[in-house]
T-cell receptor, first 116, second 110 residues
Framework: GAVVSQHPSRVICKSGTSVKIECRSLDFQATTMFWYRQFPKQSLMLMATSNEGSKATYEQGVEKDKFLINHASLTLSTLTVTSAHPEDSSFYIC????????????FGPGTRLTVL | GENVEQHPSTLSVQEGDSAVIKCTYSDSASNYFPWYKQELGKRPQLIIDIRSNVGEKKDQRIAVTLNKTAKHFSLHITETQPEDSAVYFC?????????FGTGTSLTVIP
């Protein structure tokens, strides 16, 4: 069935390095995917909308040069956290809507990023 | 954009009692309102949803009501069980994006 996968599930990196997170739709195509950030015990904050074949749309306050989004195909979107700092440590979750599934959105399992 | 507020932030109930979580939204163009349950460290899972052309929807112990005029909707869980303990998020959507409420941490005390 339709599922959203994310890789890696956990990543630990040094401050100043870049980290790429992949989000894939399985058994369906997603022209639009969404990236969320979630701090402990807090809600999911929409960071950006990833559009296949075009530029991502960022929410207010999200730095587009720091959080690079690429949606190269109908099944893959990537989020790259550039020059990561400890304050970027968070749980990053992607989601996608399956046009054949009228209810809700499917979420990936999330990626726990820890920047040392 | 849309602004979704959710109350309460924490809720403790005795097993068997009911739990009610309320949300308000700001954008009158929003027409779809899902509720998600998220267990610690896991992805959100859709539990129930409602569209703006419906006032109430029920699925076993879970029900959702929508007042489109007042721009608020609520989640009702009856006969709560310990496995209902989790964080619940409401969301509002007028297109592809979902905007989430701040979450309610529900604890069901055995």
């Amino acid at each position: 069935g339709a599922v959203v996968s994310q890789h890696p599930s956990r990543v630990i990196c040094k401050s100043g390095t870049s980290v790429k997170i992949e989000c894939r739709s399985l058994d369906f195509q997603a022209t639009t995917m969404f990236w969320y950030r979630q701090f402990p015990k807090q809600s999911l904050m929409l960071m950006a909308t990833s559009n296949e074949g075009s530029k991502a749309t960022y929410e207010q306050g999200v730095e587009k040069d720091k959080f690079l989004i690429n949606h190269a195909s109908l099944t893959l979107s990537t989020l790259t956290v550039t020059s990561a700092h400890p304050e970027d440590s968070s749980f990053y979750i992607c989601s996608a809507r399956d046009s054949g599934r009228p209810r809700g959105a499917l979420f990936g399992p999330g990626t726990r990023l820890t920047v040392l | 954009g849309e602004n979704v507020e959710q109350h309460p932030s924490t809720l403790s109930v005795q097993e068997g009692d009911s739990a009610v979580i309320k949300c308000t939204y700001s954008d009158s163009a929003s027409n779809y309102f899902p509720w998600y349950k998220q267990e610690l460290g896991k992805r959100p899972q859709l539990i129930i949803d409602i569209r703006s052309n419906v006032g109430e929807k029920k699925d076993q112990r879970i029900a959702v009501t929508l007042n489109k005029t007042a721009k608020h909707f609520s989640l009702h869980i009856t006969e709560t069980q310990p496995e209902d303990s989790a964080v619940y998020f409401c969301a509002a959507s007028g297109g592809n994006q979902f905007y989430f409420g701040t979450g309610t941490s529900l604890t069901v005390i055995p």
